[in-house]
């Protein structure tokens, strides 16, 4: 018997945008390019759905426009504290079960990147 339904995970990746985050006094006087990558877990879902419609799933322009909101709305010391309220939004969008979020800050260090990443919520390890 065939299979009806399977796991689907929306996925946003390489969004790059300023955002005012960091606590040295050249980050608190500009903004600052990051790069956010994002999976949201939407658990079971039919292969083919029931009808052609942007009502039925969930619009991934909406979950870059959160994205881009949430990280531009204020001044963050912290990239933990940013990616935390960034995961806890993404969580209240109806019909999300996980969410997988990663930011990067692209200039901080001249060698290198940092990054954080985030899971929370539920996710199927088929």
Avoid at 36 to 50: F, I, K, M, T, Y
Avoid at 61 to 71: A, F, G
Wanted: negative net charge.
């Amino acid at each position: 018997m065939k299979s009806s339904q399977g796991q689907q995970t929306l996925t946003l990746t390489g969004l790059r945008f300023d955002a005012n985050l960091g606590i040295l006094e050249a980050e608190k006087a500009a903004p600052q390019p990051i790069q956010v990558d994002a999976e949201l877990s939407l658990g079971a879902q039919p292969l083919l759905p029931h009808d052609d419609a942007i009502t039925r799933v969930l619009d991934y322009r909406k979950v870059r426009r959160i994205i881009i909101e949430e990280c531009t709305a204020e001044h963050v010391n912290l990239l933990e504290t940013l990616i935390g309220k960034l995961a806890n939004r993404l969580m209240q969008l109806p019909g999300v079960l996980g969410v997988r979020v990663r930011i990067a800050k692209l200039e901080i260090f001249d060698d290198c990147e940092v990054a954080i990443r985030v899971e929370t919520g539920q996710w199927s390890e088929n």
